[in-house]
């Protein structure tokens, strides 16, 4: 009865803890005007990356940003790394579809989105097998 009664305690023990883990909050920067794709959008532009007239034809009701990973690093601060997609607008067979991809990595806070410590990744080759 006794191991029973264990065994009971340790399943509850661990399906609560399992609970707590996968439901701690963590910050929700996902939208487009959030600070993940503006970083991205100015790294592009201050750094040249992209022409203006490609930045400038960004379709940003049509951004992606899509949370990759979020990882606590100190009391309310954690490690986030974004992938932001910017589709083209127009009608040019040329930038009509084309999309500019960034990752960015930042640090957030529950009440804000970032620290100034961004990172920005852009990525030249998107490889399917």
Same mark, same amino acid.
Request: proline residues 3%; hydrophobic residues 30%; neutral net charge.
């Given at each position: 009865?006794?191991?029973?009664?264990?065994?009971? /305690?340790?399943?509850? /023990?661990? #399906?609560?803890?399992?609970?707590?883990?996968?439901?701690? $909050?963590?910050?929700?920067?996902? +939208? $487009?005007?959030?600070?993940? #794709?503006?970083?991205?959008?100015? #790294?592009?532009?201050?750094?040249?990356? =992209?022409? @203006?007239?490609? !930045?400038?034809?960004?379709?940003?009701?049509?951004?992606?940003?899509?949370?990759? #990973?979020?990882?606590?690093?100190?009391?309310? !601060?954690?490690?986030? =790394?974004?992938?932001?997609?910017?589709?083209?607008? +127009?009608? @040019?067979? $040329?930038?009509? +579809?084309?999309?500019?991809?960034?990752?960015?990595?930042?640090?957030?806070?529950?009440?804000?989105?970032?620290?100034?410590?961004?990172?920005?990744?852009?990525?030249?080759? /998107?490889? $399917?097998?």
């Amino acid at each position: 009865m006794s191991r029973i009664t264990n065994f009971t /305690t340790a399943l509850i /023990t661990l #399906a609560s803890v399992s609970c707590f883990a996968s439901s701690s $909050k963590h910050p929700n920067c996902v +939208g $487009k005007t959030d600070s993940p #794709a503006m970083s991205g959008h100015n #790294a592009l532009r201050n750094h040249g990356y =992209v022409d @203006q007239k490609t !930045l400038d034809n960004v379709d940003f009701e049509k951004t992606e940003v899509q949370l990759l #990973a979020s990882q606590p690093i100190g009391i309310n !601060l954690f490690k986030q =790394v974004y992938q932001i997609t910017y589709k083209q607008k +127009g009608s @040019q067979p $040329k930038t009509l +579809g084309k999309d500019i991809t960034v990752i960015v990595s930042q640090s957030a806070t529950l009440e804000e989105c970032t620290t100034e410590d961004s990172t920005v990744y852009l990525v030249s080759h /998107t490889m $399917k097998h």
